[in-house]
Nanobody, 125 residues
């Protein structure tokens, strides 16, 4: 499975951005998927997860109510819709494929099987 994240950019606080993670490989739809982020000088942290079926989602408390993760199995793509962005959301965002036939869980980075290259999100105050 190969993953390619896109959609990052510069936005003012309170604004919105939508990230996409396009996957190659027909088996991607059998994997749970998630988004992580890493700010300068900090460890990579969990942001959101979606089950392999797309039926359940989980979010970090810091983004709950502001971010929405979804997936389109026809397009082999996972999305992260971000709204009410804050300067502390500034980070490189990574998509990842998690456990095969997995549920949506607050994973550690070590739980993930495949990673895409990150996309920078910068929120100005």
């Amino acid at each position: 499975v190969q993953l390619q994240a896109s959609g990052g950019g510069l936005v003012q606080a309170g604004g919105s951005l939508s990230l996409s993670c396009a996957a190659s490989g027909r088996t991607f739809n059998a994997y749970a998927a998630g988004w992580f982020r890493q700010a300068p000088g900090k460890e990579r942290e969990f942001v959101a997860a979606i089950s392999w079926s797309g039926g359940t989602t989980t979010y970090a408390d810091s983004v709950k109510g502001r971010f929405t993760i979804s997936r389109d199995k026809v397009k082999n793509t996972v999305y992260l819709q971000m709204s009410s962005l804050k300067p502390e959301d500034t980070a490189v965002y990574y998509c990842a494929a998690g456990p095969r036939l997995g549920a949506a869980t607050m994973w550690e980075p070590s739980d993930m099987n495949y990673w895409g290259k990150g996309t920078q999100v910068t929120v100005s105050s």
